[in-house]
């Protein structure tokens, strides 16, 4: 793909996106205009514009918007995670969960939840996702060198062990409102977003993604295995730890604000390359805006779909990425698959 065509794809995404997410806004039970959402947006930012009833005003800025936006940021950070994970672990089936940082992420929300002092629960759960990430690394290492196929098979054991630890919480403690609390959380939502959600999202992209970016060259060359990394110049083992922290830290402050959220960093940088190429350069920003775009979508199905009810966005993005991943699997592209 030429430069040009690829910027083409970039721009037509980015401005997709910033559309969907004052769309995505609109829609709901009470009815806002774009309008009334851009005079919502303008008045708080300390522009000068017509004012906007109380009611609609509380609706757009308390919110909808924070919930939006934070579906925008956890989407594409876990877009990011995922196609790091790829590339680091060679692993066409990675995804951010790979090491046990959901299942980690979950002992600590739970039990906060159970405790009964849920304010702490994104703290909780960063931590519980380092801690896992900790447990499987140095697991990994008893054999010596970290390899790809050592840190998946720890991140599986880890997984099972805090997945197990989380049921029997659940089992022993959980009852009535915690209860609800917690399935609601496992299952993946951004439901209750604020602007301390967007802040927690947006400072985790914007530091650890600018980071990400700046390393697409080192993921380039481990598309080509150690060897062929080492012979390049790059630091092969430091490199595999500094990314693969990078991705704990991103992944780690995406479940804590929204829970597990299953299938974004698995498929979208499968589909995303077949546009940009396997170039790391080319396929992060693109990766980073296809999933903010997809989860915003995603987000705005799970609330009006059903409506009065509203599912967990985990669910719809399941019922969407089973079918998108047995097509993928179905084509048998080579660069996907080899």
């Not at 008893?142 to 880890?158: D, E, M, N, W």
Request: charged fraction near 10%; proline fraction near 4%.
């Amino acid at each position: 793909m030429t430069r040009s065509r690829y910027l083409g794809w970039l721009l037509a995404a980015t401005i997709t996106l910033i559309l969907g997410c004052g769309v995505a806004v609109t829609i709901g039970p009470a009815a806002v205009s774009f309008a009334q959402v851009m005079g919502s947006i303008g008045a708080h930012l300390g522009f000068a514009t017509e004012p906007v009833p109380i009611l609609i005003d509380s609706i757009v800025w308390q919110l909808r918007l924070p919930r939006v936006l934070t579906a925008a940021l956890v989407g594409a950070g876990l877009a990011l995670s995922g196609a790091v994970m790829q590339s680091v672990t060679r692993n066409p089936l990675a995804d951010p969960y790979l090491l046990g940082l959901s299942s980690g992420a979950s002992v600590g929300a739970v039990c906060v939840v159970i405790l009964g002092i849920g304010f702490f629960l994104p703290a909780a759960a960063f931590a519980g996702a380092l801690l896992a990430l900790v447990a499987t690394l140095s697991i990994a290492k008893v054999g010596g060198t970290i390899t790809p196929v050592r840190a998946v098979l720890a991140g599986l054991a880890i997984a099972q062990l805090a997945g197990a630890l989380t049921s029997f919480i659940i089992f022993w403690a959980a009852k009535g409102d915690s209860y609800r609390e917690i399935l609601n959380w496992l299952l993946g939502s951004v439901a209750g977003a604020t602007w301390q959600s967007v802040a927690i999202a947006a400072t985790a992209v914007a530091v650890v993604g600018t980071g990400i970016l700046l390393s697409a060259t080192r993921l380039d060359a481990f598309a080509f295995g150690d060897t062929s990394a080492a012979s390049l110049g790059i630091d092969v083992n430091r490199t595999r730890w500094a990314l693969l922290g990078s991705v704990a830290l991103l992944t780690g402050a995406m479940v804590a604000v929204s829970g597990s959220i299953g299938f974004v960093g698995l498929i979208l940088p499968h589909l995303v390359r077949g546009v940009s190429g396997p170039g790391h350069r080319r396929l992060l920003p693109l990766v980073a805006v296809c999933g903010a775009l997809f989860l915003v979508i995603a987000d705005t199905l799970a609330r009006t779909v059903f409506d009065p009810r509203e599912l967990p966005v985990g669910i719809i993005t399941a019922f969407i990425g089973v079918p998108v991943f047995i097509l993928l699997i179905k084509r048998k592209k080579s660069h996907l698959w080899a």
